[in-house]
């Protein structure tokens, strides 16, 4: 899978990306990250990307131009058009769900928006969804680029050690995940549950799904 990333600060992302499974999905080829500096196309040798809102207020915005210019160049003469993410604290709220239909597609483009955000015709123009990590507001769209990178490319065929190592964890079947435990047997007169010593692959599994119920009823009752 393919990862285009359009941001102003590519040693952020390259950084974050070259570590534990992504760094791993990277190196055997599963995952491709591409970094576009979107000041590359500045519209000045000043490398100016943002300007002042039309119509007052605080902060500058990202100009189309430059933008537009680093989504083309992704772009050369690709048949196809992947989707564009932007992303943003007005998107959908990113969940397991978003994560699977982004990892169905084998090449994605992320806008990482800053200061007060990007023109609005740049959205009209070219992006196709918006995506947001939470309901609050970040200095930038790098982290949450970060995060959706991580979460999507766990679901990409070959990124995990094992084909289904994703599948029992929390929200991919709607619940939380049951507890884990490993050596030693016992830790400050704590015992890892006897169930899961008992060798009993169908009464493990049974006590993990009552596990992760109670969890789900506990902490998230939402998701019920």
């Known amino acids: 899978m393919i990862f285009n990333v359009l941001t102003l600060f590519p040693e952020m992302i390259n950084q974050a990306v070259s570590h534990s499974i992504l760094g791993r999905g990277i190196r055997s080829?599963?995952?491709?990250?591409?970094?576009?500096?979107?000041?590359?196309f500045a519209v000045n040798k000043h490398g100016q990307v943002d300007d002042a809102p039309y119509g007052g207020g605080a902060g500058m915005v990202m100009m189309?131009?430059?933008v537009f210019d680093a989504y083309v160049s992704v772009m050369g003469n690709k048949e196809t058009k992947p989707p564009v993410i932007y992303l943003s604290p007005q998107g959908r709220v990113l969940t397991q769900k978003i994560c699977e239909?982004?990892?169905?597609?084998?090449?994605?483009?992320?806008?990482?928006?800053?200061?007060?955000?990007?023109?609005?015709?740049?959205?009209?123009?070219?992006?196709?969804?918006?995506?947001?990590i939470g309901d609050y507001v970040l200095?930038?769209?790098?982290?949450?680029?970060?995060?959706?990178?991580?979460?999507?490319?766990?679901?990409?065929?070959?990124?995990?050690?094992?084909?289904?190592?994703h599948q029992d964890e929390s929200f991919s079947d709607g619940l939380l995940e049951y507890p884990h435990y490993t050596r030693p047997p016992e830790f400050r007169g704590r015992k890892v549950p006897e169930v899961l010593l008992s060798g009993h692959h169908g009464q493990i599994d049974?006590?993990?799904?009552?596990q992760a119920l109670d969890r789900t009823k506990a902490k998230r009752p939402d998701l019920l």
């Open 139 to 165: 200095t930038g769209g790098e982290p949450a680029a970060i995060v959706l990178m991580d979460a999507v490319s766990r679901l990409v065929p070959g990124v995990l050690g094992k084909a289904d190592s």
């Open 64 to 66: 189309a131009s430059p």
């Open 206 to 210: 049974a006590w993990r799904r009552e």
């Open 101 to 132: 239909e982004i990892a169905a597609q084998p090449e994605v483009i992320l806008l990482c928006g800053h200061y007060e955000g990007v023109d609005e015709r740049i959205i009209e123009e070219i992006v196709t969804d918006e995506i947001s």
């Open 29 to 40: 080829g599963h995952i491709t990250v591409n970094c576009v500096n979107i000041r590359d």
